[in-house]
């Protein structure tokens, strides 16, 4: 446990639980090897192949350079999927709510799937959904639920499906499975990875697709020849020759994490069961949620409330917590318990 005098100084910082960005020190020594790379930012990235780039990115996923497509950040990954999938789209939500928005950029018709019933979220698209989707969007983990699909869950919709299937693995460094060995069996599968949430990349923008070689080159036509910028092509390569050291702190983050679901469950709020980097927690209405809500941000504890435009289709009695460093999830679970006691009984 931290000394008083940290624990009182640590009441007056800035926490923000908000955005699901990796919140723990970089290496030093991997920042010391980028920083380098800063006299060469007058070049242009490498554009076009990337060959360098995504040869990385293969080794690391264990699929050859074919597989793959370095994208500006996952979002690109959803927004050059929209363009090149034209139809019906398939949304389970609450989730991520970039898969909404880009099929509302590109006008394309969507299906907002309620998978969260009495607590429990599931897949649950119906065969005739199914058969006339053109993408079928799956968060696993779920976004902002936290919670796991099954590998037979994924098997299942991508046997079913007509159109592309679409697994986003943004989470995949704290979930630890994955369905990338499936993509040379079902040719209607794509992922998406992402260097924000688990290399701490988030302001450089790193993702990519992992699929098939023809589905590559079909999303490869959807995107700008410089996709990625010089400076995250660069920091791939360096952030993996640190792995021992992120493998640490993934491990530290799910320890806090489970955690704090223990201590707030214990407190009486009601937390869902969380395979990422952040935590949801439901309460009795929106009254009571804007409330504890408040509270926090009037202690300075930042979070994101349900009514937020991070989600598509989440109502508003929810608070999703990101996971922080123990201190900052000690003074959140301190905070909340003096809600409580000021409120008299339990939510």
């Not at 394309?108 to 998978?115: A, D, P, R």
């Not at 589905?215 to 792995?243: D, P, S, W």
């Amino acid at each position: 446990m931290r000394d008083k005098t940290k624990k009182e100084s640590s009441k007056k910082e800035k926490i923000f639980l908000t955005q699901s960005y990796f919140k723990y020190p970089l290496p030093e020594e991997m920042l010391k090897e980028l920083s380098e790379e800063l006299k060469d930012i007058n070049r242009y990235p490498s554009g076009g192949e990337y060959a360098k780039l995504r040869q990385v990115l293969a080794g690391y996923v264990g699929v050859k350079i074919e597989n793959v497509l370095p994208t500006n950040g996952s979002d690109e990954v959803i927004e050059i999927i929209s363009r090149a999938y034209k139809g019906e789209v398939l949304i389970p939500i609450p989730t991520f709510s970039q898969y909404e928005a880009s099929a509302d950029r590109g006008r394309l018709s969507k299906i907002l799937v309620n998978c969260l019933h009495d607590g429990v979220y599931s897949l649950n698209y119906s065969a005739q959904q199914l058969d006339k989707a053109s993408l079928v969007w799956i968060c696993n983990p779920n976004n902002p639920t936290g919670t796991r699909i099954s590998r037979e869950n994924i098997i299942d919709i991508s046997q079913r499906a007509k159109g592309m299937v679409i697994v986003d693995e943004c989470n995949y460094e704290y979930l630890g499975e994955t369905v990338v060995d499936l993509i040379g069996k079902y040719e209607n599968l794509i992922i998406s990875r992402s260097f924000s949430k688990n290399f701490g990349l988030a302001g450089l923008r790193l993702g990519f697709a992992i699929s098939n070689p023809q589905n590559i080159k079909k999303l490869a036509a959807f995107g700008q020849h410089f996709r990625v910028n010089r400076m995250a092509e660069k920091a791939a390569e360096k952030v993996l020759k640190y792995l021992d050291y992120y493998q640490e702190v993934w491990e530290k983050i799910k320890k806090v994490r489970d955690e704090f679901v223990r201590q707030i469950n214990e407190l009486g709020f009601s937390p869902y069961d969380s395979q990422a980097n952040f935590v949801l927690v439901e309460f009795k209405n929106k009254k009571e949620t804007e409330k504890v809500w408040e509270y926090l941000k009037e202690k300075s504890i930042f979070t994101l409330a349900g009514w937020e435009n991070e989600f598509s289709g989440l109502d508003n009695q929810f608070i999703r917590f990101t996971i922080g460093e123990e201190w900052e999830m000690d003074r959140a679970v301190e905070v909340l318990s003096d809600y409580i006691k000021k409120n008299q009984e339990p939510i």
